[in-house]
């Protein structure tokens, strides 16, 4: 069946401006936006994918360093929702070259915590701490947010897991490995999880 096929058969709501729209038509939409969220996973993992090959210069491609991040962390014991932070932390800069972090942070928003969500959103301005000296710029630009409560987290973020993934031998965990954590993660927004039982 060809596209416009599809297309003609497909229950679709009648409105041609939102104002018009009418119970039926959000039942149609909601029913179509609830599928469309089931594969949100697939679509990160499809866009992360994006960053094998890409050196950009550094010692290991930008999926490998992905990687590499989430399983130092993982290691370390973090949790997955803290696991799934490092390993998207960089997954804005195919789309958003001078903003990444933010771009980042904005995929990840509804799955982590508020720390995790800040660590994202501004892990550039700490990991340059360790290069941004070499190219003219204020090493300690971090400083800017030393009296955030989540300064600390940010700084350890980048210093145990973000800096160091960059070692062409270390063993790193394939992709494969954090599928599963990532689905788990990102099947439901923390908002709407149910609260866990006290032991």
């Not at 939102?18 to 959000?26: A, F, P, S």
């Not at 360093?65 to 390993?87: I, K, N, P, W």
């Not at 400083?143 to 063993?171: G, I, L, M, T």
Request: hydrophobic content about 40%; glycine content about 6%.
């Amino acid at each position: 069946m060809g596209h416009e096929s599809l297309a003609a058969v497909e229950e679709r709501a009648k409105f041609h401006a939102m104002e018009e729209g009418t119970k039926e038509d959000w039942a149609i939409i909601a029913r179509d936006y609830n599928a469309f969220a089931t594969g949100l996973a697939d679509r990160v993992l499809a866009h992360l994918k994006l960053l094998d090959g890409d050196f950009g210069g550094f010692p290991v491609d930008r999926l490998t360093h992905s990687l590499q991040c989430a399983t130092r962390a993982h290691r370390d014991g973090r949790g997955e929702t803290y696991v799934a932070m490092a390993l998207l932390h960089d997954i804005g800069d195919t789309l958003g070259t001078y903003n990444h972090p933010e771009v980042a942070a904005a995929i990840l928003k509804p799955f982590v915590t508020e720390e995790e969500h800040w660590i994202c959103q501004n892990h550039g301005a700490f990991q340059g701490y360790y290069y941004f000296h070499f190219l003219g710029m204020d090493r300690n630009l971090r400083d800017k947010f030393r009296d955030h409560p989540f300064y600390a987290a940010c700084a350890e973020f980048c210093a145990r897991y973000d800096q160091s993934a960059f070692d062409p031998d270390y063993d790193t965990l394939p992709l494969s490995f954090f599928e599963p954590i990532l689905r788990r993660v990102m099947e439901m927004p923390l908002s709407r999880r149910p609260l866990p039982v006290p032991a």
